[in-house]
C-alpha cells in the first residue's frame, strides 16, 4: 500500500510564501511523475506542477510558472511545491499526486492540505 502524506499548507497573507512537502511511503518499486493539483471551493481539481523523477523535468501550468517551483529529493521520497508570491486566488486544497509501481504502475492522491491566502 503507497501513501502520500502532504504538509507545508496553512494561512498566509497575500504576497506570502508557503512550502509544501509530499512523502510517499510503502513498498514502492519506482516511480514516474510526481506533482500537485489544486481544487478551490466551488471549482474543478487542476493541475499546478508536476516533476519527473528520474530527469527532473519539471511542468507548470502557465499562469503559475514564475510563482510556484517543483522539486523533489529523492533519497526523502519527498517532492516540495515552493509557492512565493501567493495571491487569494491561490486559496484552494492541494493535492499531492504521484504514478508509482508497486507490483503495477498506479495512480496515487494524498488526503489533501488547505491553503488560504488572505488579502
Known amino acids: 500500500q503507497v501513501q502520500l502524506i502532504e504538509s507545508g499548507g496553512g494561512l498566509v497573507q497575500a504576497g506570502g510564501s508557503l512550502r509544501l512537502s509530499c512523502l510517499a511511503s510503502g513498498r514502492i518499486v519506482s516511480y514516474a511523475v510526481m506533482g500537485w493539483f489544486r481544487q478551490a471551493p466551488g471549482k474543478e481539481r487542476e493541475f499546478v506542477a508536476a516533476i519527473r523523477w528520474s530527469g527532473g523535468t519539471t511542468y507548470y501550468v502557465g499562469s503559475l510558472k514564475g510563482r510556484f517551483t517543483i522539486s523533489r529529493d529523492k533519497a526523502k521520497n519527498t517532492v516540495y511545491l515552493q509557492m512565493n508570491s501567493l495571491k487569494p486566488e491561490d486559496t484552494a486544497v492541494y493535492y499531492c499526486?504521484?504514478?508509482?509501481?508497486?507490483?503495477?504502475?498506479?495512480?496515487?492522491w494524498g488526503q489533501g492540505t488547505q491553503v488560504t491566502v488572505s488579502s
Open positions: 499526486n504521484a504514478q508509482i509501481a508497486t507490483i503495477l504502475w498506479n495512480d496515487y
